[in-house]
């Protein structure tokens, strides 16, 4: 167990890596232009420094100062026992206004950062005051996918099978009768030994399809051996992926952007998902994410992290993956994203779609003075879907 902690101080972090003119990420919700990150410094009394991240922030960056400030009067000079107390304690002072979303993902991003500074001044990777590590190596799956053509996700999903990964995640188009098509082109494409992932972003974002469309695409991934069926419906409509799920015999998944325990755990109830897709950054911290796998692991549902966002991000997910018996895969976005690589101390040690454990102390991210100059943040719109 770390010995006690005082949080001294607490601020936010944004960054950005904008994209040169033509190598801009286009899908068919729109271009990213900038991939951006919402970071939060947590400093403790000794001066350790700690990084977390909110995962909402890719989107939504430049909501996450006022909440760090709402927060910080709860933290800032508080003492703490654990770091894993530290998103709790939030939750329990701020219960009126911050259950849930965003928020739960800046008060993870708190949580995350102590963790992070702790470890470092324990001297041991973040993993070993989560538990400690299960596994050496874990799975991975090639995440992105985007594109507006099929040869654009076909080139992507060939790419990530020559650099040995074994299972590939691409995006939907925008309506049903054009993802089928996609489906129907892109998986007899793929080797006998490559699985695929479908992931339909809440049922295609800003307009759902409807269930009886969620179902008949479904099927179509299903014929073709979907490994899993990711997000086929709207984030809140429990109701709708119960009936999505008991149609299926593959797998459905869901909902990464939950930003409590409770929606994972009604979800699972209603039997609205095989598949548990928790994200440290977004549900609130290590803690909370801990819990979902266990109530997971429970209710014989599979947990497999959601992981889009900086090397912090990565780094958070990472650590608590590998200190979790129930979780077994691993995501792993391969967009061109120099926030994920360059703030690592250690680099990716992928094997042939293994992911090897970090051994540096913390989570093992370095945000210094060069790296928040080198990519300072430019509000040009981040994720922005259309």
């Not at 299972?167 to 996609?182: G, N, Q, S, Y």
């Not at 609205?272 to 977004?282: R, S």
């Amino acid at each position: 167990m770390p010995s006690s902690f005082t949080i001294q101080s607490v601020r936010p972090v944004l960054l950005s890596y904008v994209y040169p003119e033509g190598e801009e990420l286009v899908w068919v919700a729109g271009t990213i232009r900038s991939w951006d990150a919402a970071l939060v410094e947590v400093t403790l009394s000794d001066g350790t420094t700690g990084i977390g991240e909110a995962g909402a922030g890719i989107m939504a960056a430049l909501a996450v100062p006022g909440l760090v400030s709402a927060y910080l009067p709860y933290v800032q000079g508080q003492s703490f026992e654990d770091p894993l107390d530290v998103g709790d304690h939030l939750r329990a002072y701020t219960a009126f206004w911050s259950r849930g979303g965003i928020a739960s993902g800046v008060a993870g991003a708190i949580e995350i950062a102590a963790l992070d500074a702790v470890a470092k001044r324990e001297g041991v990777p973040a993993y070993e005051l989560l538990g400690g590590r299960k596994r050496d190596v874990i799975e991975t799956y090639a995440s992105g996918g985007l594109g507006t053509t099929f040869a654009h996700v076909d080139a992507w999903a060939q790419n990530q099978v020559r650099a040995g990964f074994k299972t590939v995640k691409f995006r939907a188009m925008k309506d049903p009768a054009t993802t089928i098509e996609l489906v129907e082109y892109l998986a007899p494409r793929l080797p006998a030994d490559v699985r695929f992932v479908l992931d339909v972003v809440q049922a295609s974002a800003s307009q759902p399809w409807s269930v009886d469309d969620a179902i008949e695409v479904g099927r179509v991934a299903e014929k073709f051996g979907a490994r899993w069926y990711e997000e086929p419906c709207f984030a809140t409509d429990v109701a709708g992926y119960t009936r999505v799920n008991a149609a299926l015999s593959i797998p459905v998944s869901g909902v990464e952007s939950n930003g409590t325990f409770e929606e994972f755990a009604i979800l699972i109830k209603e039997r609205g998902i095989d598949l548990a897709q928790p994200d440290v950054t977004f549900l609130g911290g290590p803690r909370n994410f801990r819990r979902v796998a266990d109530f997971a692991r429970d209710h014989s549902v599979a947990c497999v992290p959601h992981v889009w966002g900086s090397g912090v991000t990565f780094s958070a997910n990472l650590h608590a993956a590998l200190a979790h018996d129930h979780v077994q895969l691993f995501e792993y976005c391969t967009l061109p994203n120099p926030l994920r690589e360059e703030i690592l101390v250690e680099p990716i040690k992928l094997d042939n779609g293994f992911l090897r454990a970090p051994e540096s102390p913390g989570l093992g991210v370095l945000v210094d003075a060069d790296v928040e100059a080198r990519f300072a943040f430019s509000p040009t719109g981040g994720h922005v879907i259309k």
